[in-house]
T-cell receptor, first 114, second 113 residues
Framework: RKEVEQDPGPFNVPEGATVAFNCTYS??????FFWYRQDCRKEPKLLMS???SGNEDGRFTAQLNRASQYISLLIRDSKLSDSATYLC???????????????FGQGTILTVHP | DTAVSQTPKYLVTQMGNDKSIKCEQN?????MYWYKQDSKKFLKIMFS???????INETVPNRFSPKSPDKAHLNLHINSLELGDSAVYFC????????????FGPGTRLLVL
């Protein structure tokens, strides 16, 4: 089983649609969680952290369910510029030499069309 | 004012050659990383250095040797290149106390023929 699993998509949605991505992780001791965004042929960039209480940043909402080891990202009112690959990222442990060792999912491809 | 830069951007070379990729960050971060993104888009950590000290060394062939002359630079040297080394290599950096927040360079696209 992969450490971080995502539906690779692709998701093709019209502008203005709401779209949700899911991610599961296998290590129950994982400490912190993130969504990164990677545009085509570009580097990954941090989109947002994911907290147990859920968090929102404009049109983006991230949720974490530790019991189910499940992370989600909801994008409302999709824009053309949201087209990208969305990477689910897990930090396995805090402290020690594994602190910065992020585990990336394969990514979910989103295409927003006019 | 590029935060994390890598050179070269593209690298096409023959099997068996030795090549280096350079990385520099001007963010004042203490920790730097090398990642490999293969054709299936999986991004996997290879190495991390904290203030010039090797911290993470994943299961990477010893043909790959990172070198950190100072905390702003982390270079990657690859000996005896193989076809399977073809990938995009990303350098990244992070602050010491927020190592989960990583800033990536633009990537080096390596093609081994």
């Amino acid at each position: 089983r992969k450490e971080v699993e995502q539906d690779p998509g692709p998701f093709n949605v019209p502008e203005g649609a709401t779209v949700a991505f899911n991610c599961t992780y296998s290590n129950s001791a994982s400490q912190s969680f993130f969504w990164y965004r990677q545009d085509c042929r570009k580097e990954p960039k941090l989109l947002m952290s994911v907290y147990s209480s859920g968090n929102e940043d404009g049109r983006f909402t991230a949720q974490l369910n530790r019991a189910s080891q499940y992370i989600s990202l909801l994008i409302r009112d999709s824009k053309l510029s949201d087209s990208a690959t969305y990477l689910c990222v897990v930090n396995p442990r805090a402290g020690g030499t594994s602190y910065g060792k992020l585990t990336f999912g394969q990514g979910t491809i989103l295409t927003v069309h006019p | 004012d590029t935060a994390v830069s890598q050179t070269p951007k593209y690298l096409v070379t023959q099997m068996g050659n030795d090549k280096s990729i350079k990385c520099e960050q001007n963010l004042g971060h203490d920790t730097m990383y090398w990642y490999k993104q293969d054709s299936k888009k999986f991004l996997k950590i290879m190495f991390s250095y904290n203030n010039k000290e090797l911290i993470i060394n994943e299961t990477v062939p010893n043909r790959f040797s990172p070198k950190s002359p100072d905390k702003a630079h982390l270079n990657l040297h690859i000996n005896s290149l193989e076809l399977g080394d073809s990938a995009v290599y990303f350098c990244a950096s992070s602050p010491l106390r927020r190592q989960e927040t990583q800033y990536f360079g633009p990537g080096t696209r390596l093609l081994v023929l």
